[in-house]
């Protein structure tokens, strides 16, 4: 039957072949300008600037039909590169466009951080009745995710990712460290006047006086607690969907970060994307390697087995970067494995607000970035401090995605670092944020495990059977 070629029938065709057709036009694209900078065959500077426009066409045509907004960052991210490598002259103006996003994210940064800390605390002032499974579980979420840090630490100083990066003009950042004595320091941490750290942007005087006013709020009468612990809940929920309003605007600022950053630095950039993307993933690994599976043996927690429990709630981590959806399956998970739901009901609810290892780990990593693309030597001290800064600072962001950007934000401008470099992260965030997120679900299903063991309440025999059929349903298959 004849159906008339109109122009929405076109649209609804583009939109639906628009994954493949993206693919196809990216395949093309790429070996169009391979072999025009091996010189394999000639090919015209006008036919390869063709073939991008094209590819970017069937990309935007692909994020239509997605209406994702992690895809519209990626796509962003695309635009913006090959407009900065266009029209470069143009591209350097772009950065207001970044900087009113940045402006937006920086409001964010003390009333989140004040809500999570104290509602992180209050909120969990049954560790006074629960005694030594309180002290015991967060005794290892510190030691754990302090061993994330130093991990990410030695990482990006291994890899150099930001390293070789031109100059980059700041005009709101200093780009030296500044020489503080001990005394400067100890003084740094103490706010004088809640508001103004906040007015400063002190992330660390902000993260004391909230943890000092949650432990407060403890020793006070349930009377007084209850409405202020529901102020700060409200307030906390209220900023994650501040942040998710504002992240709606990150395409944008994605796309005018990387046109102002191409535009001003050239193509050379994206190398040091990718080196930063492999500096995470490897160091991730290394701590799954090294830290995770090491606990496991001297717990002798069966280590595929727990792989294979912790499979699903990682996969679903992953795909949606946020820990929170995997809650639910995590603590199902690993009921069946053998630890018994009175420990999972607190541990893992509470390694959420103070067991981040993926994220801590990222964060120091990225700090350091960031110092190395704006050209800033920090000392062994001064890395320090920023990591024992970030074990408090990462603490209650873990279910929001791309919400270690408000911490990351906060932290450099806390420490004098250039905020531009963000931006730059920012376009490959989503990638950085399904590996971290994944890190953080498998660390606190071990945490559930570990604590389990540690009070003698572990099903061993659970663990050894995970994944195995029943012996009554074996027979049944039999006959």
């Keep these: 039957?004849?159906?008339?070629?109109?122009?929405?029938?076109?649209?609804?065709?583009?939109?639906?072949?628009?994954?493949?057709?993206?693919?196809?036009?990216?395949?093309?694209?790429?070996?169009?300008?391979?072999?025009?900078?091996?010189?394999?065959?000639?090919?015209?500077a006008e036919f390869a600037t063709v073939t991008r426009v094209i590819f970017i066409f069937f990309l935007i045509m692909y994020g239509f039909r997605k209406k994702s907004l992690t895809t519209w960052i990626l796509i962003s991210m695309v635009l913006g590169g090959e407009f900065g490598h266009d029209f470069p002259e143009i591209a350097v103006h772009l950065q207001v466009v970044s900087q009113v996003f940045l402006r937006m994210i920086k409001t964010i940064i003390a009333p989140l951080l004040f809500a999570t800390l104290v509602v992180g605390i209050a909120g969990h002032s049954n560790l006074k009745q629960l005694g030594r499974l309180g002290w015991k579980s967060l005794l290892y979420f510190e030691v754990v995710s302090t061993i994330a840090l130093f991990i990410g630490l030695f990482a990006i100083n291994?890899?150099?990712?930001?390293?070789?990066?031109?100059?980059?003009?700041?005009?709101?950042?200093?780009?030296?460290?500044k020489k503080q004595t001990w005394e400067e320091i100890i003084l740094h941490i103490f706010p004088e006047n809640i508001a103004k750290a906040i007015y400063e942007g002190q992330v660390l005087q902000i993260v004391v006086f909230s943890i000092i006013f949650g432990i407060a709020l403890v020793l006070v009468a349930e009377k007084f607690r209850k409405p202020l612990l529901t102020l700060a809940e409200s307030l906390a929920e209220t900023m994650f969907k501040f942040t998710n309003i504002v992240m709606i605007f990150a395409p944008l600022a994605v796309g005018g970060a990387i046109a102002y950053t191409i535009g001003h630095m050239g193509l050379?950039?994206?190398?040091?994307?990718?080196?930063?993307?492999?500096?995470?993933?490897?160091?991730?690994?290394?701590?799954?390697?090294?830290?995770?599976?090491?606990?496991?043996?001297?717990?002798?927690?069966?280590?595929?087995?727990?792989?294979?429990?912790?499979?699903?709630?990682?996969?679903?981590a992953f795909a949606t970067t946020s820990s929170e959806a995997a809650?639910?399956?995590?603590?199902?998970?690993?009921?069946?494995?053998?630890?018994?739901?009175?420990?999972?009901?607190?541990?893992?609810?509470?390694?959420?607000s103070f067991n981040l290892d993926g994220t801590t780990l990222y964060l120091s990593l990225a700090t350091i970035f960031v110092a190395q693309v704006a050209g800033v030597h920090l000392s062994l001290g001064d890395q320090i401090l920023i990591c024992l800064t970030l074990m408090v600072t990462s603490k209650g962001v873990a279910g929001v995605p791309?919400?270690?950007?408000?911490?990351?934000?906060?932290?450099?401008?806390?420490?004098?670092?250039p905020i531009e470099p963000i931006f730059i992260i920012l376009g490959i965030?989503?990638?950085?944020?399904?590996?971290?997120?994944?890190?953080?679900?498998?660390?606190n299903c071990l945490a559930s495990a570990v604590i389990a063991k540690w009070e003698n309440d572990f099903d061993q025999q659970a663990a050894l059977n995970y994944g195995k059929l029943p012996v009554e349903t074996v027979v049944i298959a039999e006959r």
């Design 158 to 177: 291994v890899s150099q990712a930001g390293v070789g990066v031109p100059a980059m003009s700041t005009t709101h950042a200093t780009l030296e460290a």
């Design 429 to 443: 965030d989503e990638l950085m944020d399904m590996a971290r997120t994944t890190v953080n679900v498998i660390g």
């Design 402 to 417: 791309r919400a270690s950007l408000v911490i990351l934000l906060g932290t450099a401008a806390s420490f004098g670092l």
């Design 268 to 316: 050379g950039i994206l190398v040091n994307l990718f080196k930063l993307l492999l500096t995470l993933y490897a160091a991730l690994i290394i701590f799954i390697i090294m830290v995770l599976i090491p606990i496991m043996l001297v717990m002798k927690i069966p280590v595929v087995n727990f792989f294979k429990a912790v499979f699903g709630p990682a996969s679903l």
């Design 327 to 352: 809650l639910p399956k995590a603590m199902e998970a690993m009921e069946k494995f053998g630890v018994p739901r009175k420990i999972i009901s607190f541990v893992i609810p509470t390694g959420y």
């Design 1 to 44: 039957m004849y159906m008339p070629q109109t122009s929405e029938f076109m649209i609804k065709k583009l939109l639906l072949y628009s994954p493949h057709l993206s693919l196809i036009s990216f395949t093309i694209t790429a070996l169009v300008h391979m072999f025009q900078f091996y010189d394999l065959f000639p090919v015209g």
